[in-house]
């Protein structure tokens, strides 16, 4: 399954791809000289949490294939901020993790 990268303005690489598990993953990779060090911060969402968010993006369930919902996320979104932000207000329910490096 393809990452499909999003079009941020914001600092790092911003992405959403479905993990190794089958959970739709939107990651903020932040890295470069401003950064004291690399991270990737992620929101994951189960089928359950998925179908949820797709349902807030009112993505039709005959049009609910990975690649449908990666693409909807991508062309929605411009950055993992704004997916963050929009289950917020929504009140839609995913798994944040994060991963530093030195």
């Known amino acids: 399954m393809p990452r499909l990268w999003l079009a941020s303005n914001f600092s790092g690489s911003h ?7 089958g959970n739709l993953t939107v990651e903020w990779y932040d890295f470069g000289p401003h950064a004291p060090y690399e991270s990737a911060n992620m ?10 968010l797709a349902d ?12 449908d919902i990666l693409s909807a996320v991508q062309q929605r979104f411009p950055s993992y901020f704004e997916v963050k932000s929009f289950c917020e207000k929504c009140r839609l329910e995913y ?8």
């Open 15 to 21: 992405s959403v791809y479905f993990n190794d598990e």
């Open 43 to 52: 929101l994951i969402f189960d089928s359950e949490q998925q179908n949820a």
């Open 56 to 67: 807030a993006l009112e993505i039709p369930a005959t049009d609910r294939s990975a690649e």
């Open 95 to 102: 798994t944040k993790n994060f991963s530093f490096w030195p």
